[in-house]
């Protein structure tokens, strides 16, 4: 990958702008303060490796050279979207799964940021805010997928199983700059359907344990345990505890799990 065969590769997209780096800390804090700059609607960052890459709760996401893909999204929400901002993790991982699926891959969604395949972690999804008062001014959706073996940190560090598309497929992996193409198209063309059910219905499709017990753990509170049924249409999870009550779990730094 390099800058003047991305801009290449990507300019049937109509971005708002790009910048790629061979390293970089994170491509979040650098969209973050572009976003807080003069950044236009879809500018992209994207890098070869980050150094810093950050998880939720500033946990690290690795992003080793020549193994990844590291990108960050700036969308600056129109007027009519700005109702259903809480649905942009659903847009982003349809968008990947979609990617996945040209290659015959299967990719499953683990509510809320994760994308599998074969039940282990392909790819992040962290989404950040630039704020202007009690409005939001921009999102940086930021992704990292694990394209190569190399991509994938060791066991010890994981707190969930993960893999690469290149173990995935048991062969050599498509060129991550192809990926990256068919990510942003996806994406464009789901954005189009963020308003309706479309959307979240597609996303309800591609949940990871849909139908199975799972428990959700939420900031020191008691796991919540139940049968994962579905999302609301503001893309909360929604379970079915134990007494049979329907249990609505928001976003925020959640992390689900199968029970068994
Ligand atoms: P989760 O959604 O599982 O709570 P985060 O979104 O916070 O996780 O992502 C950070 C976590 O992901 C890290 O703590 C680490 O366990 C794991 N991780 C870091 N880098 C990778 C990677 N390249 N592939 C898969 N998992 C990773």
């Known amino acids: 990958m390099n800058g003047h065969s991305l801009n290449k590769t990507l300019s049937n997209l109509n971005l708002g702008g790009l910048r790629y780096f061979d390293s970089i800390g994170s491509t979040n804090d650098e969209a973050l303060a572009w976003a807080a700059g003069d950044a236009k609607d879809l500018s992209l960052v ?83 805010m630039v704020w202007s008062g009690a409005d939001v001014e921009a999102l940086v959706i930021g992704v990292g997928i694990n394209v190569h073996k190399t991509a994938v940190p060791p066991a010890e560090v994981l707190q969930f199983p993960a893999t690469s598309i290149e173990h995935e497929l048991g062969r050599e992996p498509p060129e991550c700059e192809g990926i990256l193409f068919d990510i942003l198209s996806a994406f464009l063309s789901w954005r189009e359907h963020m308003c309706t059910d479309k ?56 992390s689900l799990r199968p029970t068994a």
């Open 46 to 128: 994207i890098a070869d490796e980050q150094t810093q890459g950050r998880g939720r709760l500033n946990r690290k996401w690795f992003t080793p050279k020549g193994s990844a893909i590291a990108f960050s999204l700036i969308l600056r929400p129109s007027a009519p979207l700005r109702p259903h901002l809480t649905r942009t993790v659903g847009l982003a991982a349809l968008s990947i799964a979609d990617s996945c699926l040209k290659h015959g891959l299967a990719a499953r969604i683990k509510w809320p940021n994760d994308i599998l395949l074969n039940g282990k972690k392909t790819a992040g999804i962290l989404i950040e």
């Open 199 to 254: 959307l979240i219905n597609a996303w309800e499709e591609l949940l990871a344990f849909r139908g199975k017990q799972v428990q959700v753990c939420a900031g020191g509170r008691a796991p919540v345990i139940g049968e994962l049924l579905g999302l609301e249409s503001d893309g909360s999870l929604r379970l079915r505890n134990a007494h049979d009550e329907s249990v609505i779990i928001r976003f925020g730094d959640v």
